[in-house]
């Protein structure tokens, strides 16, 4: 599976953009780039994925660069209920099941 | 409403008690699958299942057991073999991507054991 990196941790003033950066350089062809977030103490959520077009849901925006080695996700109006840690995960498919790994992502602060 | 339930949320054992955690699911999804989390940490494998009576070890599987004899339940065992048992348990399961979705995971809001 391709791995990612995230940033650690970053901060994003209530009602602005935030934007998450996520590299997966070593991404395959088939692979999916998919976002899930963690409010603390309960399950992760999934957001939003996508294969190499940009995608907008409800929640948020991908944007994925053309040779898909790394990709954005936005929060278009941030608010204090966004504050959780943030994943970025590639998406290997071993027969049904999805193995998904996650990483440590990048904790997002939204203050006032 | 369709989801996941994990049982008990909060679970405190003596050393050397095995413990099962509970995992059900009314997604009529086929597979499902076990992760740890550490504080501060990102989610880790134990332990997953395509389907009923099959189950294939993830990345940290030594020191815990499944079973998978019903779609609906994937119960874990954490075991007195388990050298760190204390950690907050994510249950999951997912479509196959055949079905019009891309796999993606669907959580329970968790089980978290200490060891006491």
């Known amino acids: 599976d391709a791995k990612t990196t995230q940033p650690t941790s970053m901060d994003c003033a209530e009602g602005r953009a935030a934007n998450l950066p996520c590299n997966h350089s070593?991404?395959?062809?088939?692979?999916?780039v998919y976002w899930y977030r963690q409010i603390h103490s309960q399950g992760p959520q999934y957001i939003i994925h996508?294969?190499?077009n940009n995608e907008t849901n409800e929640m948020a925006s991908l944007i994925i660069t053309e040779d898909r080695k790394s990709s954005t996700l936005i929060l278009p109006h941030a608010t204090l209920r966004d504050t959780a840690v943030y994943y970025c995960?590639?998406?290997?498919?071993?027969?049904?099941?999805?193995?998904?790994?996650f990483g440590t992502g990048t904790r997002l602060q939204v203050t006032l | 409403d369709g989801g996941i339930t994990q049982s008990p949320k909060y679970l405190f054992r003596k050393e050397g008690q095995n413990v099962t955690l509970s995992c059900e699911q009314n997604l009529n999804h086929d597979a499902m699958y076990w992760y740890r989390q550490d504080p501060g940490q990102g989610l880790r494998l134990i332990y997953y299942s395509q389907i009923v009576n099959d189950f294939q070890k993830g990345d940290i599987a030594e020191g815990y057991s499944v079973s998978r004899e019903k779609k609906e339940s994937f119960p874990l065992t954490v075991t007195s073999a388990q050298k760190n048992p204390t950690a907050f348990y994510l249950c999951?399961?997912?479509?196959?991507?055949?079905?019009?979705?891309?796999?993606?995971?669907?959580f329970g809001e968790g089980s978290r054991l200490t060891v006491l």
């Open positions: 995960i590639v998406m290997s498919n071993t027969g049904t099941a999805s193995k998904l790994t």
């Open positions: 996508g294969l190499k």
């Open positions: 999951a399961s997912s479509p196959p991507p055949d079905r019009g979705h891309t796999g993606e995971l669907f």
């Open positions: 070593t991404i395959s062809g088939n692979e999916y």
